[in-house]
C-alpha cells in the first residue's frame, strides 16, 4: 500500500507561485508512477504531471511550462511547483500514485486563486 499526504494548497493572487508537496508512505523508487491531478469546480479530475520510479516526467500540453514536478528521493516526496497562478487554476490538487497494479490518491490541497 501507499499513503499519500499532499500540503501546500493556498489562496494566491493572480502571477504568484505555489509549490505543492506529495508524501509518500514508501520509497520513490518502489511506486511505479507518481503524479498530480486537479479538479476544478463542477469539472473532471484531469492530470496535470507525472514522474517514474526512474524519474521520467510528462506533462500535460495545457501546463505550458508553468508547472514543474520534481521529487527528493531522500524525502519520500513529489512536488509540484506552479508559477503565474491564473484564476483557472483554481481547483483542489491530487497526489496520485500507482503501485503493483493498483492506484492510490491523496486526500487533496485546495488551491485558489484570486483575480
Known amino acids: 500500500q501507499v499513503q499519500l499526504v499532499e500540503s501546500g494548497g493556498d489562496l494566491v493572487q493572480a502571477g504568484g507561485s505555489l509549490r505543492l508537496s506529495c508524501a509518500a508512505s514508501?520509497?520513490?523508487?518502489?511506486?511505479?508512477?507518481m503524479g498530480w491531478y486537479r479538479q476544478a469546480p463542477g469539472k473532471q479530475r484531469e492530470l496535470v504531471a507525472t514522474?517514474?520510479?526512474?524519474?521520467?516526467?510528462n506533462y500535460q500540453d495545457f501546463v505550458k511550462g508553468r508547472f514543474t514536478i520534481s521529487r527528493d528521493v531522500a524525502r519520500n516526496t513529489v512536488y509540484l511547483q506552479i508559477n503565474s497562478l491564473k484564476p483557472e487554476d483554481t481547483a483542489v490538487y491530487y497526489c496520485?500514485?500507482?503501485?503493483?497494479?493498483?492506484?492510490?490518491w491523496g486526500q487533496g490541497t485546495q488551491v485558489t486563486v484570486s483575480s
Open positions: 514522474i517514474t520510479s526512474g524519474g521520467r516526467i
Open positions: 496520485y500514485a500507482a503501485h503493483i497494479g493498483h492506484a492510490y
Open positions: 514508501r520509497s520513490l523508487f518502489s511506486i511505479d508512477l
